[in-house]
C-alpha cells in the first residue's frame, strides 16, 4: 500500500496536463482557484501572475511554480514559468520501504538502498508565447532548460527507468537538460474543447538522452466550475542499455483521465 501511494504521487505530477487552457501563456483572473485530481492547485495571484503547486506530492516532493505574464506583442502573448521542485524527500521513499519492513531490503525497490540520495533540487524556467489563430484556436510555443543542484554524487545506476519518469528526474543526473514544445488548444462545440501537443525531451550526456512526448485530450465542460478531461499520452523515448529486453528506444501509450473544479 505505501509503494501505491507513493507511485500515484510520483506519476500524478508527470501525468497533470496543468490547466485548462494548458500550456498557454495565459495566467489566471485574480482570485480564481483550479484544481483537479492529478492537476496542480493554481491560483491567480493577480491578473498577470499565477502560482500552482501540485497537491499530491507537495509533502515528499516540494514544489512550486510561478508562471508572469508580461505586455503583449502584437498577438502574442508572452508568459515565463518559473518552477522548483525537491524531490530528495520522495526519492528516499522509493528505496523499498515495504521491502525494509519485511526484511528485504532491495524487495519492491524503485532504487537499490545502496545509493545515497543527496539534498537536491531542480529549477525549471519556460518562456511560452500564445497567439489566437481565429475566434476557437489557439497556438503556443515553448522553450525552456532545467538545471539541477546538489546532484552531482547522485550514482547514475539509481535512475528509474520508467516512461515519463525517467526523462524527468534526468535532470538530476546529467545537471540540466532542454525541453522544447507546442500546443494546439480549440472549441469543438459549445460545452467541449480539444488539447493537442507535442514536447521534446533533449539530454545531452546521457543514454537516454532524448524523448518525444504527444498528448490528445478532449474536455467536456459540464459548467465554468467543473470539467471532465479524457485523453492519451503517447511517449517514444530513449532508454538506458537493458530497459526493458536490452531495447534502449521504446514507445508507450498511457490513457488520461481527469476531474477538475474550480472557484472564484
Known amino acids: 500500500m505505501k509503494k501505491i501511494i507513493i507511485l500515484t504521487i510520483l506519476f500524478s505530477q508527470v501525468f497533470a496536463q496543468g490547466e485548462w487552457l494548458s500550456g498557454t501563456a ?9 484544481y483537479g485530481l492529478f492537476q496542480p492547485v493554481r491560483w491567480g495571484q493577480s491578473e498577470n501572475r499565477e502560482i500552482s503547486f501540485f497537491k499530491l506530492s507537495s509533502l515528499l516532493m516540494p514544489n512550486v511554480t510561478v508562471k508572469q505574464r508580461w505586455p503583449q506583442k502584437g498577438e502574442w502573448t508572452i508568459s515565463t514559468v ?23 531490503p532491495n524487495m519492491f525497490a524503485m532504487i537499490s538502498p545502496e545509493f545515497e540520495i543527496p539534498h537536491m533540487f531542480s529549477l525549471w524556467n519556460t518562456i511560452v508565447a500564445s497567439k489566437p489563430l481565429d475566434q476557437d484556436r489557439v497556438f503556443s510555443a515553448k522553450a525552456g532548460v532545467a538545471i539541477a543542484l546538489g546532484s552531482a554524487d547522485l550514482a547514475m545506476e539509481s535512475t528509474i527507468d520508467l516512461p515519463l519518469v525517467y526523462h524527468r528526474l534526468a535532470v538530476y543526473y546529467n545537471s540540466w ?24 525531451f533533449l539530454i545531452p550526456g546521457m543514454k537516454g538522452s532524448m524523448a518525444l512526448e504527444h498528448k490528445s485530450v ?14 492519451y ?32
Do not use: C
Not at 522509493?94 to 519485511?102: A, F, K, N, R
Open 218 to 231: 478532449v474536455t467536456w465542460e459540464k459548467s465554468p466550475r467543473f470539467h471532465i478531461s479524457f485523453g
Open 233 to 264: 499520452k503517447l511517449i517514444y523515448g530513449l532508454y538506458p542499455d537493458g530497459y526493458p529486453n536490452d531495447h534502449m528506444a521504446l514507445l508507450h501509450i498511457l490513457p488520461l483521465l481527469d476531474l477538475q473544479w474550480a472557484r472564484d
Open 82 to 104: 518559473h518552477s522548483f521542485y525537491y524531490p530528495t524527500p520522495l526519492l528516499k521513499k522509493l528505496q523499498s520501504p515495504l521491502g525494509m519492513d519485511i526484511g528485504g
Open 26 to 34: 495565459y495566467t489566471l483572473p485574480q482570485g480564481r482557484w483550479e
Open 177 to 200: 537538460l532542454l525541453r522544447l514544445g507546442t500546443d494546439m488548444n480549440g472549441r469543438l462545440k459549445r460545452n467541449w474543447t480539444y488539447l493537442v501537443d507535442g514536447d521534446l
